[in-house]
């Protein structure tokens, strides 16, 4: 298991479904930003991969609404650029396995108000069987199941360097989950929550939460 996707597993995740009410991601940028970048003229860089990428087309459009809120322009070519901005996502899959306590009427015996020598408020076993208010089933040993889940974990990755001398500027990950397998419709929030406060306080990990519209991009 990738180390980043630790923190994902120990806490409760935030599922993207249509319920959903936030998105929830972890942001973490790092940055050495001049005063002076402010305003200047980009141009993506893409890999050989991402050429032609309808994917990363999209992407790069979310990114490309972003700086320009920002008051960045994008230039032409890389000869009018002072900035040149890369980009990287993926995502990957992991089992979470959850253990919890098997209410089985079964194997407990008959549900509260019966017994062998007439009602009972507790059951079978009093106060402290399982239908008692003191019971616990991971103290008493009770019977446990386990049930395994796919977590699907996302990643987006945004650097912005100098053409000048290739020196890096801002650098910024983020990380989310949710329990479908859709990398895009995740991918607006994530965006928005990359460029939060740019450039934002550097090696410090936000959590950012980021409401749902409901045309499938982060409300306002």
């Known amino acids: 298991m990738k180390r980043w996707l630790y923190p994902f597993l120990a806490a409760a995740s935030l599922l993207l479904s249509g319920c959903a009410s936030v998105i929830e991601s972890n942001v973490t940028s790092f940055h050495a930003w001049p005063p002076q970048a402010a305003g200047r003229a980009y141009v993506f860089a893409p890999t050989p991969d991402q050429q032609n990428n309808l994917e990363y087309d999209n992407y790069t459009g979310l990114i490309r609404q ?100 290739g020196k890096k500027l801002f650098d910024v990950v983020v990380d989310s989950d949710g329990n479908r397998a859709g990398l895009s419709a995740a991918m607006p929030y994530m965006v928005r929550a990359a460029f939060s406060g740019f450039p934002g306080p550097s090696g410090v990990t936000r959590h950012i939460s980021m409401k749902v519209g409901k045309n499938g991009q982060p409300a306002d």
Not at 83 to 107: I, K
Not at 141 to 162: D, K
């Open 66 to 165: 972003e700086l320009q809120v920002l008051g960045f322009t994008e230039a032409q070519d890389r000869q009018a650029a002072q900035l040149s901005v890369n980009v990287s996502y993926g995502m990957s899959t992991e089992q979470v396995v959850v253990t919890r306590p098997a209410y089985d009427p079964f194997f407990y015996g008959p549900p509260p108000g019966w017994g062998r020598f007439g009602p009972h408020p507790y059951g079978f076993y009093g106060p402290y069987g399982p239908y008692g208010p003191f019971y616990d089933p991971f103290w008493n040993g009770g019977p446990m199941q386990t049930t395994s889940y796919p977590v699907f974990l996302r990643r987006l990755q945004i650097g912005i360097s100098s053409v000048a001398d």
